[in-house]
């Protein structure tokens, strides 16, 4: 009977879940017959940025899906921006239509989801001072800086949040654990009762690549 309850508590919780995806990192590998000429490449490519004395990779931006590209001469690539999975295929699968002709052997790369960035609300406010105490693998100093983090060990994950309920999660690689990761700090917050009345002034901006 505990075991139902806890699974009925694990569910009313991750349907409750206010979050959003801001940006997802992959990496991909394209087999090339020889090293891609990033000049005549980001001749080719519209909206296509190459200054090797600031940085080795050209970097291209997508709008439809919205993507960040960093390309090297080794067929690397890093892409930065996607606000979902599926999206990274989309976007490297319209990127080789426009490269085919650069001896491109291979057009199945392989995509590795390598990091996601998540920022959500908990709507109610919390009480920082207390949850440095309770908490492990927290650091919290506000005059620098007005959110706690929060290194969770399992699933791993790094949270700032701040004292108006709003949070910031990094460093989960899947949505499934993302929401695990969510719904473990909503109990850490109950069982040790984080909640105040009492909200810290913000003026700290987060953005997103």
Known sequence: MENDDNSQEQTNIEENLDYSINNIV?????????KFDLVKLARKLHDAEYFPERF?????????PRATFLIFSTG??????LEEVNNAEIAINKLLKKIKKFGIKKTEPEIIIQNMVASGDFHQKFDLNKAVILMEYVMYEPEVF???IYNMK???AVFLLFSTGKFVCTGVK???????AISKLTKEINAMDLVSEKVM?????????
């Open 56 to 64: 080795p990779g050209l970097i291209l931006r997508q709008k439809d």
């Open 76 to 81: 690397k690539m890093v892409i930065t921006g």
């Open 154 to 156: 399992d699933p791993r």
């Open 174 to 180: 899947t949505e499934e654990i993302l929401k695990a």
């Open 26 to 34: 992959a990496t991909a590998k394209v087999e090339i017959s020889e």
């Open 146 to 148: 007005p959110g706690l």
């Open 201 to 209: 002034e913000e003026k700290f901006e987060l953005s997103f690549i």
